[in-house]
């Protein structure tokens, strides 16, 4: 991370999966997920993909980033969170079983240092 001139708490906003953008509701499960920056973080540009992980139990999904690749580069080594302006992500209270519903496409992710 500090080649990527990145510390805990810096963040930038994203879609939270680049098959559902701009749409709502979106629709998660659990597993891997493709998502990309929509502003610039650190020395990652915009329109950086984000690769992670959806856990989608309890009332919070939570997505966890473990690569980052920027359009013209190489596959980096990131670890991050997914956040919206209260904290956790939320599901709808509709939400089905094994399934999460978002009521925003788009997110935060912030960089932590590990993930707990």
């Known amino acids: 991370m500090k080649i990527l001139r990145l510390r805990p708490g810096e ?3 994203m879609e939270i999966d680049a098959n559902q953008v701009d749409q709502s ?3 998660l499960t659990d597993g891997p ?3 990309y920056t929509t502003e610039r973080l650190g020395t990652l540009p915009s329109m950086t993909r984000l690769y992670g992980r959806v856990w989608t139990t309890g009332p919070n ?3 966890r ?3 980052a690749r920027p359009p013209d ?3 980096i080594a990131i670890c991050g969170v997914a956040r919206d302006d ?3 992500l939320k599901k709808r209270p509709d939400s089905p079983p094994g399934v999460a519903l ?3 496409s788009g997110a935060a992710m912030w960089i932590v240092d590990s993930f707990r």
Do not use: H, K, M, Q
């Open 73 to 75: 580069g190489e596959p």
């Open 25 to 27: 509701p979106i629709s």
């Open 102 to 104: 978002l009521t925003n």
């Open 11 to 13: 963040a930038a906003f």
């Open 65 to 67: 980033y473990y690569e």
């Open 86 to 88: 209260r904290g956790g």
């Open 61 to 63: 999904v939570v997505i």
């Open 33 to 35: 997920i493709e998502s």
